[in-house]
């Protein structure tokens, strides 16, 4: 028998498709930003020489999915694409869509979704492109726990919140930007339920306490208050979520209007009746409300809704539906719980991250140098490239074709590829992206450098990011601060002491000068 | 005569004995059958040896299959010598394979350190393969979640997510419908084995589809077969569930007279029909529900029942013997109903049958005719399941640590075998939708049903 034959004959049925958004990183600037009309697209940014968007993709290829919906600004449409057609063969459909959006003039989210909302027929999972999953956590578990709760509970969607590892306070100047600060949540541990989000419009209305509805509290009477858990943005949902979206259009936001939004469903009244309906179609989707009815673990739902009635109105004992249990019934899609289920991840051994602000990105390029081993490269080509005197310590990584000279110091950093150390220069804790030029004798400190930047002799740079393509001249000295390219076409003064704000000019471009190709 | 009173043995430096080893009998005997225990025990220490070797290199462990070998070579040379120091030598190896147990600190070499039940062995991870319909992956995990339990539930659950792969189904060229759809479904089923072992309700309904997709006809269009077996597959659930769970409810209901006391337990689904329909008929009873760890299903029961309005008392199973003495009725349902007329159904409901018999209740079985199988089942043993210590909690806990610590002891074991067998000696009568039979007469239930084959 031909088994290869019999097993693709068969329709593929999709059962989740996966919607990746790329968006511009306005938190990541100046890495983020355009290098001289070249867009630099958030997605593509390296963690540890791999583009960021490999670890979700990854990430997704392992749990199964094949099929992927990439969704990214016009302007980096073609990087992204070109990145995904050349790398390695991976056995997802990856699908790029363009989307209208500018640097100034950003998009939300939900905007996005409910643009796309004609790509997507399944149940689907968002996903950022800069979240970087522990190895500890699978999607599998979290997509296992949708599919369980989904059928047997009603659950509209699941999403996932970890614990971000924090650094000590001081260490990272505050030039770089603020520090996320996490939301706080009410969640249910026993059953995994996500309960109220505090979104930024709450805090606006009162910014001393929390307010929670005593429905909440009556569903779910013991729940754990937490606000030292991120969002990762990665939400399982189901194909109804979207229309209930098109019914809200004045939302902007999944993550700080659109999800806060969803989890008061389950239990605001109110809510429930007018977007029950819509939330639970009972059309085309399986359905297992009899075997449930029979199931010897489990009350009924609508027991629940009805004790639920019983105790607000009077206290009618008589007051019974006992669930009937022919099969015409199972359309009432009423019972389900609507609830948002949600995998909280506390793991401190091995941690998740967003690498959407300047601190994670420093911070996860850290964590996978202390995997990392540097050892003298294996092709003879760049071995020769980098000289038998450099000191480069083993918690580095040093890409490919970059040369570094002697007497060079490089501890715990990141450099890209192409680049280009001179003598003498002394590297530490920083990460350099591809095709950077150092010239001899700068020293370099805790800096993250766009690409094609260029720092000039004896230069000293400490906690600075430059943009891609900045120039920094000889003997210029800086000191937690954002370089941008844009300070030195105006031609503006050097002046130091300046706060963080990108009014600094100098550009301390290091154009890849050895290789005269320039990779996207 | 030496006696087999002997010392503990002080060379082999072992822990105490494990108790309860063979009361003094005669000690050739003692010694053949020792040789033979003692070696199958060796035999299994060094297979369990070998995959710790494997496993763990940490010196540790490499040192105590050293010097377990040592023992245990040591211990047949003892056997064979006199008689008088055959004890010691079954001491010995029953030390060295409680040393092996208690070195092994990984699941794996846990469970096979398993004395009772090994052979059901615990459910494997699934392995999730591309071929598998993701309505049966999500079915696969209500089961191995215990999210969907029950003869009744499971069966309705597998049937209706069967209607959804057939609906998705396409016959590839050059194949008919009624001998491919077989092998497309073979590999979900397994699948669902594996998530769970199957339930004897599911077995019997997925060979009567069996049956229907090779009666089909084969100049039927796709679409209409397809809709055909949609369409048997419903009036199955309809008339051998639904329709039967109707007819029971009368028939036990008549049963039922004002003024008695029904003692029912865990939680069936036709034991709840049937005392919710006797109910809104108007009769006045009260219920005792009998309950019993790991799965607690009487609390759901009791939820349902006093919502509406019946008067219930609920205890658990070792306080059964102070209220037998005021029931009138004993109701339970099944799993599965046998030749011999034996019941299989949750652990505990042999108990309860049994204390019932005693006390001259009368013991009342509620289960339709597609639960019947036609094996005969002596006891509990041979055939049986194992619920996941994970999902259950086995000890009262207060604190969320408790479970973790107690599946991380290692001379603690937990077990929660999910059935037992209920002999037909307990059993006043089975009501079915084809009557009230009594248990020595169940193997005429096919044959009442005029069919050969159920």
Redesign the interface.
């Given at each position: 028998m031909d088994f290869s034959e019999t097993t693709s004959s068969q329709p593929d049925i999709r059962e989740f498709v996966a919607v990746v958004l790329a968006g511009f990183g306005n938190e990541l600037s100046p890495l983020s930003s355009g290098a001289g009309g070249e867009p630099s697209p958030k997605a593509l940014l390296p963690i540890a020489n791999q583009p960021m968007l490999d670890f979700p993709l990854a990430w997704l290829e392992q749990s199964g999915i094949k099929d992927v919906i990439l969704i990214c600004p016009t302007a980096h449409r073609q990087a992204i694409s070109h990145y995904i057609h050349s790398s390695s063969s991976t056995s997802l459909r990856i699908d790029v869509h363009p989307y209208e959006e500018t640097e100034d003039l950003s998009v939300g989210t939900c905007a996005i979704l409910r643009h796309f909302t004609h790509l997507i027929q399944q149940d689907f999972v968002i996903l950022p492109c800069d979240f970087v999953p522990p190895p500890s956590l699978p999607l599998s578990s979290i997509l296992n726990k949708f599919r369980t709760e989904s059928i047997s509970d009603g659950c509209m969607s699941t999403a996932c919140w970890f614990a971000p590892r924090r650094s000590e306070q001081g260490t990272i100047p505050d030039e770089w930007g603020q520090y996320e600060f996490s939301t706080p949540i009410v969640y249910d541990p026993v059953t995994g339920t996500l309960l109220h989000v505090d979104t930024p419009d709450d805090v606006d209305r009162n910014g001393d306490e929390i307010e929670l509805r005593m429905s909440l509290l009556t569903r779910y009477p013991r729940t754990r208050l937490s606000s030292n858990l991120q969002d990762s943005h990665v939400y399982v949902c189901r194909r109804s979520v979207l229309d209930a979206l098109a019914q809200k259009p004045t939302f902007d936001s999944i993550r700080e209007e659109f999800m806060p939004w969803l989890c008061k469903v389950q239990y605001q009244r109110a809510k429930r009746e007018r977007y029950g309906s819509v939330l639970t179609p009972t059309t085309n989707t399986l359905n297992q409300n009899v075997a449930l009815r029979h199931s010897t673990t489990g009350a009924p739902n609508d027991l629940f809704s009805l004790k639920h009635h019983a105790s607000l109105g009077e206290k009618n004992v008589a007051y019974s539906a006992p669930p009937s249990p022919t099969s015409d019934e199972d359309n009432k899609g009423a019972d389900a719980s609507l609830r948002v289920g949600v995998v909280i991840h506390n793991d401190s051994s091995e941690y998740a991250a967003r690498a959407n602000t300047l601190h994670s990105l420093l911070e996860l390029n850290r964590s996978f140098l202390t995997k990392a081993q540097w050892t003298l490269p294996t092709d003879p080509k760049d071995r020769a490239l980098i000289d038998p005197k450099a000191q480069i310590s083993s918690d580095s990584i040093v890409g490919e074709s970059t040369r570094v000279e002697e007497r060079t110091s490089i501890k715990r950093s990141v450099i890209g590829k192409h680049c280009m150390v001179g003598k003498m220069a002394k590297i530490v804790g920083c990460v350099l992206l591809d095709h950077c030029v150092i010239e001899e004798g700068a020293k370099l400190d805790n800096c993250i450098l766009g690409k094609n930047t260029r720092v000039g002799n004896k230069a000293a740079l400490s906690w600075c990011i430059t943009q891609g393509g900045y120039e920094v001249e000889a003997g210029g000295s800086y000191k937690n601060e954002k370089l941008e390219i844009s300070d030195w076409a105006a031609g503006g003064t050097s002046s130091e002491g300046n706060d963080g704000t990108s009014e600094d000019d100098e550009e301390e471009e290091e154009g890849a000068e050895e290789s005269g190709e320039s990779e996207d | 005569m030496p006696s087999a009173v002997v010392p503990l043995p002080e060379a082999a430096g072992q822990s105490s004995a494990p108790p309860g080893t063979l009361p003094a009998k005669s000690q050739k005997q003692m010694t053949k059958a020792e040789r033979r225990e003692m070696q199958e025990r060796q035999r299994a220490a060094k297979a369990e040896k070998a995959t710790q070797n494997q496993s763990k290199n940490s010196p540790k462990s490499s040192n105590k299959p050293a010097q377990t070998s040592k023992e245990g070579a040591l211990a047949p040379r003892r056997a064979s010598k006199a008689a008088d120091l055959a004890p010691k030598g079954f001491q010995g190896a029953g030390g060295q394979s409680k040393d092996v147990k208690a070195s092994g600190e990984d699941k794996s070499a846990h469970t096979r350190g398993l004395r009772i039940f090994s052979h059901f062995g615990l459910p494997k991870p699934t392995a999730?393969k591309?071929?598998v319909?993701?309505?049966i992956?999500?079915?696969g995990?209500?089961f191995s979640?215990?999210?969907?339990?029950?003869a009744?539930?499971?069966c309705?659950?597998t049937l209706?997510?069967f209607k959804?792969v057939i609906q998705?189904?396409?016959t590839?060229?050059n194949?008919t419908l009624s001998r491919?759809l077989m092998?497309?479904l073979s590999p979900q089923i397994s699948y669902l084995v594996s998530a769970r072992p199957m339930s004897v309700t599911m077995g019997n309904a997925i060979r009567q589809l069996k049956l229907d997709i090779s009666g089909t006809d084969i100049d039927l269009p796709e679409q209409d077969a397809k809709d055909a077996l949609c369409d048997k597959i419903?009036t199955y659930?309809?008339d051998r569930i639904?329709a039967a769970?109707?007819v029971i409810e009368e028939t036990a209901g008549n049963k039922i007279k004002d003024g008695d006391a029904i003692l029912t337990y865990?939680?069936?689904?036709v034991v709840e029909?049937v005392l919710?329909a006797a109910y809104?008929d108007g009769k006045q009873f009260t219920v005792t529900v009998v309950d019993s760890r790991p799965?607690l299903?009487g609390k759901?029961l009791l939820?349902?029942l006093s919502?509406?309005?019946i008067q219930c008392t609920y205890l658990l199973l070792p306080a059964v013997g102070s209220v037998i003495t005021e029931i009138s009725m004993v109701l339970v349902g099944a799993h599965s109903l046998h030749s011999n007329g034996a019941v299989f159904s949750r652990a505990g409901t042999a108990l309860v049958a049994m204390m019932a018999k005693q006390h001259l209740v009368p013991v009342v079985v509620c289960c339709e005719t597609y639960k019947f199988s036609e094996t005969v089942q002596l006891d509990s043993f041979t055939r049986n399941e194992l619920a996941p210590v994970e999902l259950f909690n086995s000890f009262p806990q207060n604190k969320q640590q408790d479970l973790s610590s107690l599946s991380d002891q290692p001379n603690l074991q937990i077990l929660n075998p999910l059935y037992d067998l209920t002999p037909p000696s307990s059993i006043t009568a089975v009501v079915t939708e084809v009557g009230v039979i009594p248990p020595s007469s169940i193997s005429s239930i096919p044959l009442a049903l005029g069919r050969t084959m159920l």
């Open positions: - | 999730h591309g071929e319909h993701p309505t992956v999500r079915l995990l209500q979640e215990f999210k969907i339990t029950g009744n539930a499971r309705i659950a209706t997510a959804t998705d189904y396409v590839p060229p194949n491919h092998t497309y419903d659930i309809r639904i769970d109707q865990a939680r069936s689904s029909k919710l809104a799965m299903e759901k939820e349902v919502f509406a309005g």
